[in-house]
């Protein structure tokens, strides 16, 4: 390097010194220039997918927010909660929010996402056709969104399913409730995480083995505890079936008597 | 025995049974089939009778009754919506005058009763002809937590049961029932329980109760207390917030009646039959506490520590603390604070921590329908509660 800048820098005797220093700027310069307008045209390339991406989102947002009003207002003044209230009775699975809201909202992210999904499209095409710009996360934005959706929907499962659960349980009146509960919970959490990272395509197989060893270690457990805890719940069972079975096997009897006396019945 | 609800006329037991008096019964054994149409045939001329039954085989033996088929139902201790929709497209193919529906165990019921509830809809102005026990005290207890107490405050009436299995119905109690009914019954949910006397209320149909002496309790079709108790309660809360806008107004009550006498059996240990109660009390406290802290406000919360910290003995829930309890929970099914499934499995803890204070009460030596209808005054008292967090839930309560 130092060769060649005292190569550079050795005075000619056969040209002027002023011409060379002229010729050395000159080419920085041409170089410089060069390079800046290959990035922005590169840039400029990129620009109609950006601006493609945010105004697909903008304008799908907007339209989504007017159909969920108009979807909310509808439905209100058809009183669609009350009809569907009255035309289904109770049901173990129903949502926490009113039907209405249910809808409202639904259409609302469901347009923000046709939005998104557009835009990605657009961008997507723009960005083929631009140039070899090598911005290498750009191609995950999709998969980075479905890594999201499968979180989201991983984390509103885990609860549901852990309070499911831990319900059930204290209904049962099985005393480790709490702890079956959580790792139900984590269960779910730890496959909607693999399922979110080999959407993603991180990790490869160390992904796999972690969530195939934890996954394992969590069913394993799970199942030495309900298996060694609930001896007195399987027998409990057990009784209560056999009670049943030969109730029913019993002849019925055409006088009134009133059973076993002072017995609690809830119904 | 044919006394009726002082909201309607007093029947006269002596009054001619008119024509066309269609009997739906439920599925039962044949004996038990011939014991009821005995009683039918002493109760009502047999020329006036139409039964429907599941099985025609008895038919043979009672040649003078005209004998339909029905369609078979699942054994249920509630009267389902499935069972009303085919109580009155039988009526409506037989021109029947009034129903009378009999539930599994309607064998055990004299054949005045019988008489009492059939001819009320065939020969006075009752729509709804409902009947009133006479069964031991720590039977039907969610009932008498529950149902009857809501039934009374919100829709201002006495009815003692008000999921009933045996009942009289005129024709146009029928066809508002069916009505209500076929919505379940499109949905693919025949199952479900349907609540007459709300109906009956709503539509300003006279409601006559009758006392129908003992009953032999069906067994339930659900296996177990988890799996029938969401069931139930979560269709009468379903039916309340559909009924929003009646129960809301206030209404007068009808006045009381004298109790219906029930014969006590030898109380028995009641320590130790409330032991697993006050168990599964203090198992959902140490766990369930976040859940109920999403419905329930800190007053109510306080209530239920002072209450976890009771002995076995001492064990009382504050009448004022069980209605806002279930008032919460009605308004968190309104409002769906968390999912419906989980809510109402909450509330079975709760009930029975209720259980198990109501028998430590009874067995104190104070009468059981007493205490049941001073949980019923409690509901009422509290109503303004009710209505209020139901019209301003976001408002502060302590």
Redesign the interface.
Known sequence: MQNILATILQPNPSQAAPVDNASVWHQMSDALHQSLFRILSQLIAILPGILALVIALAVFTLLGMALSALLRRGLTLLKFD?RL??????????????PTALIGRTSFWACVLLGLVVGVSAFDASFATGATLPISLLPYLTHVTGAVFLLIAGTFLAR?LA??V???A????I?Y??FLSLGVKWLVLVLAGAMALDHLQIGGIVVELTFGILFGGIVLTLALAVGLGSRDLVSRSLE?HAE?SS?RSGQ?S?T????P??????? | MATTDPISEIVTPSAPASVGLLVMLAS??A??V??VLTKLSAAFPAEDLLIAAPDESCADSFPSLRIVAAPASTPS??LT?ANFVHAYQLAQTHEARAILVLGPES??LESIALHSLGSAVLTTPIDLAVSRYAL????????SAILYPLTRTLFASRVRFPLAIDLGLSPRMAERLAS?AQ??V??D?GE??LWPVNEATVSGFAIGQFDVG????P??SA????T?????T??L??DI??KAAFWQRPRQLPPAREPVPIEL????DSAA?IA?MI??FH??YS??YE?WSLVLPPNSLLGLKRLSALDAAAFRMPNSLWARIVYDFVLAYRL???????L???L??LYLAW?ASH?NITASGADPEGHIESVAAAFEAEKSYLVSRWRWPDRFNP
């Open positions: 009350d209230a009255r035309s289904r009775s109770n049901n173990d699975w129903t949502p926490s929010t009113s549901f309070r499911s831990l319900i059930g204290v209904n049962t009146q005393q409730a709490r209560g049943h109730e019925p055409t009134p008597t009133a059973g006396e002072d017995s609690i019945r809830h119904f | 039962m054994p004996e038990q011939e014991s201790s509630t919506a064998w055990s031991r005290p720590r039977v039907s207890l969610v009932t209500a919505r379940f499109a949905a949910q479900a329980p003992p009953l032999v309790q067994h339930p296996p177990d207390l988890n029938m108790f969401p069931l139930v979560g269709s809360f379903s917030d559909a059996a030898p109380s028995s039959e697993p168990n599964a198992l959902a766990n369930l859940i769906r604070t968390i999912n419906r499934g989980h109402l499995g909450a079975i803890p259980v028998i």
